[in-house]
């Protein structure tokens, strides 16, 4: 049933999902957020941090971003601003990405809820209502959150949206190795092997299995090195298959949007869950012909488009 016709209309320099990605990451200009940073010790002896703007309201939004992102990504840095005024703003930094590594072998990955649901649970006690964003990386960890957890989600979150989001792994990180795409995959493992190499030569890890880390050229090779057996699971394919968010979305009981551009270049077709989303009551699935990866954009001085998409989605009544 939820189906969502999309509004958005970008001129003809936007049409293109190349630089509608590339524009709104590296040209689009930003004013930095007034975050206060707060340190969450994790229940396996880690941390993880989390940058706030918090004021008197009793609504928190939480925002999750992509792979090898922060709370200071252009796109968190734009929503922390135009969320404030409305909501108290808890960015969350995955593991390793708020300029600390983090303690153990294992960092964060694209299936990786426990940081979630705990912040979830802490701010429970806090607030009437909660909200979340997640985008990207950070939109499947949201998604597969709410699969997993079903009826057993807190009452107190209230409606969530996501954007740009591989919802299906195996496909999405096979469609990165396509030679149009192979910047992308080389800035992703680039920042991810700069984390991750000194990590494993801290943990004693054989010299054999880091050359091959270093010498991986695709996430094949990088998560079935390193992403998969870290966080314990077989391999590759065995991380994508039980981290993938499309197989619980059916689970999903309350009111959530995705937003999928169709000239994603990361999105692969099975990205674009449209037969599930139709039997769904609860998830709704908006897909633009344009907007690219977390672009959307109309100019580089305005606000996103998805911004004012998404703020009528949180406060109007379905």
């Given at each position: ?88 703003i ?42 979340i ?28 949206a ?62 079935d ?26 689970r999903i009981?309350v ?24 039997k ?9 012909d ?15 488009w ?13």
């Amino acid at each position: 049933m939820p189906l969502v016709t999309s509004t958005y209309r970008p001129g003809f320099f936007y049409k293109n999902g190349h630089i509608n990605t590339i524009f709104a990451s590296k040209v689009k200009p930003q004013a930095d957020a007034p975050y206060q940073r707060k340190r969450f010790e994790t229940p396996d002896n880690d941390f993880f941090d989390v940058d706030t703007i918090v004021g008197v309201h009793k609504k928190a939004l939480i925002l999750m971003h992509g792979l090898e992102g922060s709370a200071h990504s252009t796109y968190i840095l734009e929503m922390a601003n135009f969320f404030s005024p409305d909501y108290d703003i808890w960015a969350m930094n995955h593991r390793s990405c708020s300029g600390s590594l983090n303690l153990l072998y294992p960092s964060y990955h694209s299936g990786h809820t426990k940081d979630l649901k705990q912040l979830v649970n802490t701010l429970s006690e806090k607030y009437e209502e909660i909200y979340i964003i997640g985008v990207s990386l950070g939109g499947n960890i949201t998604l597969k959150y709410l699969g997993d957890e079903g009826n057993k989600l807190p009452s107190v979150v209230k409606k969530v949206a996501t954007l740009s989001v591989p919802c299906q792994l195996n496909s999405s990180a096979k469609v990165l190795q396509k030679r149009i795409n192979l910047l992308y995959l080389q800035n992703f493992l680039i920042s991810l092997k700069s984390k991750v190499v000194p990590k494993m030569e801290a943990f004693n890890m054989s010299q054999t299995l880091i050359d091959e880390v270093r010498s991986a050229k695709t996430f094949v090779e990088f998560d079935d090195r390193y992403t998969g057996p870290a966080h314990g699971f077989k391999d590759a394919e065995d991380y994508w298959s039980q981290c993938s968010s499309k197989e619980v979305l059916d689970r999903i009981i309350v009111p959530t949007l995705l937003i999928n551009a169709k000239d994603d270049p990361f999105l692969s077709e099975e990205c674009f869950p449209y037969e599930i989303a139709e039997k769904s009551e609860f998830l709704y699935l908006e897909t633009p012909d344009y907007g690219g990866h977390v672009g959307f954009l109309t100019s580089l001085y305005k606000q996103r488009w998805y911004l004012s998409r998404i703020r009528n989605f949180l406060s109007k009544p379905i």
